[in-house]
């Protein structure tokens, strides 16, 4: 999800109706860069925010589920199948709808491709080429080997940290089920509130990185 994700988003900032409006009024260079980066943030966070609203709805559905029906093994644990039935149909459905209505884009082919032969690990050797570029730069290494260890870290806490939470600290159902909803809303919050510094500080993205 996120890899479509990310290589669509400079589609739709091109798209973005500020940036078609400064480029038919002629901004080049460094103006244009700027409003590029402004659309691109506030499309980039957007997009987060709604999928925190997402997770929001269907984390609430889930714990209703949950506690209206309970897991045991008695009801075999009723709740937690309509759980996975529900999320699974929850990302099909959705998934569907977006690629029946957001347009194809022309991109590369496989005759255009460095190694036409090598196609399907192209997206391996693209890696490894900008991992190669990359390393020229000791900061934007740097970044990239940091950013390794922190969204690996999160991903575990994310994944974790309801099964921490109930076989060390001993917390119910309910209390996880808060906890769960509190983290999406603020995530969400987060997101704009960010924005907003940024905006109002007038700080560049890798700043703000």
């Known amino acids: 999800a996120n890899v479509y994700y990310y290589s669509y988003l400079p589609v739709l900032v091109d798209r973005h109706v500020d940036v078609v409006r400064a480029k038919q009024n002629g901004t080049t260079g ?7 980066n402004k ?24 714990f209703g589920f949950t506690l209206g029906i309970g ?9 937690d199948r309509l759980n996975l039935v529900f999320v699974g149909a929850w990302w099909i459905i959705w998934t569907v709808w977006i690629f029946r209505t957001v347009k194809d884009e022309q991109g590369k082919t496989r005759e255009d491709s460095p190694a036409p032969s090598c196609f399907p690990f192209l997206g391996w050797i693209e890696s490894y080429r900008l991992l190669r570029h990359a390393a020229k730069h000791k900061n934007t290494i740097g970044f990239i080997v940091l950013y390794f260890f922190y ?9 974790l940290g309801i ?18 909803v509190e983290v999406v809303i603020f995530a969400a919050i987060g997101c704009y509130m960010f924005l907003k510094i940024q905006r109002h500080f007038k700080l ?3 700043t703000m990185i």
């Open 30 to 36: 460094e103006n244009l860069r700027e409003v590029l």
């Open 39 to 62: 659309v691109n943030d506030f499309m980039s966070i957007t997009g987060f925010a709604f999928g925190y609203i997402a997770g929001i709805i269907t984390t609430l559905i889930s």
């Open 71 to 79: 897991t045991t093994v008695e009801n075999g644990f009723l709740s």
């Open 151 to 159: 969204s690996d870290s999160y991903s575990t806490i994310g994944t």
């Open 163 to 180: 099964l921490f939470g109930q076989t060390e600290l001993g917390l119910d159902i309910v209390l996880l089920g808060i906890i769960a």
């Open 204 to 206: 560049r993205t890798k």
